[in-house]
């Protein structure tokens, strides 16, 4: 089974711009990109050999559809154009049908929001060394996986391929992209989060934290991009058997991590290979979630 994903897309009729973490992006026009989501599955910052089949299927429906939902909140960089009409031939388009988004282009901003509703990941450990996440500060006596008094907006740094993202505070920034545009993205970020978080719960699933990447259109407006509260940008948790003092059962690439976390391996390329039992386990985890979330 892990030898059928899709790993790389072979494109000859569009130029390849850029193969990503898990995404390939082709140039359409001056305008327009296509973007693929392989079966590539990326864990801290490298790219594991493995691929996990239909993983690239499974993020792309879950991404339509909160584009879809949170339509109202906040513009984003889907494209009215068919994948019949940009790829025609369809030996091509087999690589692409079910697994890609149509967009436009925007200019990327150099930032990655970042909201956390729970204490977990590297809020859990900044919080444990200073009772800090991100520089803001949290009551004493917290346990892992606790629910946040309230919800954190935490930007970081978006990192180059291979490298790793960096927390920073949000008056640096407002610093980097103008205070106004800083307080934009943060208010719609956590509006866009609770707005999901509410709808989850309501299935079974918390969502503990996620990201958000945003880029300007041609007119300057705020246009929410690359992929939304998927397993790949968050963590997904069973509602059912969340425990605070525990890291809880998720439905999200933790599965990987956590196995990778039992190997002798410095999270350095290249990275290890993974059995088939966590291919399978991880894969039924993102089946089990966006049935939940889609039905």
């Not at 889907?78 to 790829?87: F, K, R, T, Y």
């Not at 990941?121 to 996440?133: F, L, N």
């Not at 978080?197 to 945003?214: C, N, S, V």
Request: hydrophobic residues 40%.
């Amino acid at each position: 089974m892990s030898t059928e994903g899709l790993h790389s897309s072979s494109l000859t009729s569009l130029p390849l711009q850029y193969r990503g973490k898990v995404r390939d992006i082709y140039e359409i026009d001056s305008q327009h990109w296509l973007i693929i989501a392989t079966d590539r599955v990326s864990a801290f910052d490298v790219i594991l050999p493995n691929t996990i089949p239909g993983k690239g299927k499974l993020l792309t429906e879950l991404a339509l559809f909160w584009f879809d939902k949170m339509a109202d909140h906040v513009p984003n960089h889907l494209a009215d154009l068919s994948l019949e009409e940009i790829l025609p031939d369809a030996s091509e388009r087999s690589q692409a049908v079910g697994r890609s988004m149509i967009v436009k282009k925007l200019k990327p901003l150099p930032v990655e929001a970042v909201v956390r509703g729970y204490l977990i990941g590297s809020g859990w450990k900044d919080y444990q060394d200073s009772g800090e996440v991100c520089g803001l500060s949290l009551p004493a006596g917290l346990r892992q996986a606790d629910q946040l008094p309230e919800v954190l907006f935490t930007p970081a740094t978006k990192a180059a391929l291979g490298d790793h993202d960096e927390n920073i505070s949000f008056d640096t920034m407002a610093s980097t992209i103008g205070q106004a545009l800083a307080e934009q993205i943060k208010a719609i970020s956590i509006k866009l989060y609770t707005t999901a978080a509410k709808y989850a719960a309501e299935r079974g699933i918390i969502i503990a934290d996620t990201k958000f990447e945003f880029g300007l259109d041609d007119s300057g407006t705020l246009t929410l991009m690359d992929e939304i509260l998927t397993p790949d940008s968050s963590r997904f948790w069973e509602a059912s058997t969340w425990t605070p003092g525990s890291s809880p059962a998720s439905f999200d690439k933790q599965f990987v991590r956590d196995y990778l976390e039992t190997l002798t391996w410095d999270k350095t390329e290249p990275g290890p290979e993974l059995p088939e039992s966590v291919i399978n386990g991880s894969l039924s985890r993102y089946r089990e979630a966006i049935e939940r979330l889609t039905a």
